[in-house]
């Protein structure tokens, strides 16, 4: 432990070095699995639950913690982005809607060109286990009438927070917790069987629209 620590310690300071010149988005794992809170300004009912990402593979599964949750339509998606396309389906009343994805943005990855806005210590950056070393990027992008804003740690890049402010004063928080650099289960980015009937949908919509 001590040893991996130290590593990460060095190709940190490595990296800041790099960044100092550069201010280049990171790029995070491969695989990514834990936990994400999302927390929505206008009214819309906050989401916790377990996602996993494929950031090779491009693909993204997340599903509501029900025993954490308290409302009455359960959300559970499948985002393919390179196929441009996302189920939306609910195990409990085996219901399924295949739509078309709007843009590939999303919160666990660091849009090109975006800016670099800072670093420095979430919490205490003495004592040990009390602060995490960070970096924050902001992006606006016209296709979400927004600000993206994705804040992740120095070593390893893995998201920590993020947030979406619309023009129209709507705000999406993320909160990512428990993160695992591996996926637990890679048969969630399998549909499941009684979407194999669903035909595409006119609807379309976004990663950060599935949270409205």
């Known amino acids: 432990m001590r040893l ?3 590593l990460c310690l060095a190709l940190c300071s490595v990296g800041v070095a790099v960044l100092a010149d550069h201010h280049q988005p990171c790029r995070g794992p ?3 699995h834990g936990t994400l809170f999302v927390t929505a300004s ?3 009912p906050t989401s916790v639950g377990e996602f996993h990402y494929d950031a090779k593979a491009k693909k993204l ?3 509501d913690d029900e025993k954490h949750v308290n409302k009455t339509d359960h959300l559970e998606f499948l985002i393919l982005f390179d196929e441009g396309i996302f ?4 195990s409990h009343n085996l219901s399924c809607h295949k739509r078309t994805l709007g843009n590939n943005y999303h919160i666990l990855e660091i849009p090109a060109n975006s800016t670099h806005v800072t670093e420095g210590y979430l919490g205490h950056e003495f004592v040990g286990d009390q602060g995490v070393r960070m970096r924050k990027w902001r992006k606006r992008i016209p296709e979400l009438n ?3 804003t994705v804040a992740t740690t120095s070593c390893g890049c893995l998201t920590l927070t993020g947030s979406l402010f619309t023009e129209a004063d709507d705000v999406l928080l993320f909160t990512f917790l428990d993160v695992e650099t591996e996926l637990r289960n890679p048969q969630v980015f ?3 069987t009684y979407c194999e ?5 006119d609807e379309t919509d976004t990663f950060f629209g599935l949270f409205h």
């Open 4 to 6: 991996t620590g130290f």
């Open 30 to 32: 491969d695989q990514m």
């Open 42 to 44: 206008k009214g819309a």
């Open 61 to 63: 599964h997340f599903k």
């Open 87 to 90: 189920y939306d389906f609910d």
């Open 146 to 148: 927004g600000v993206l």
């Open 190 to 192: 399998v549909p499941p």
């Open 197 to 201: 009937r669903a035909a595409l949908e």
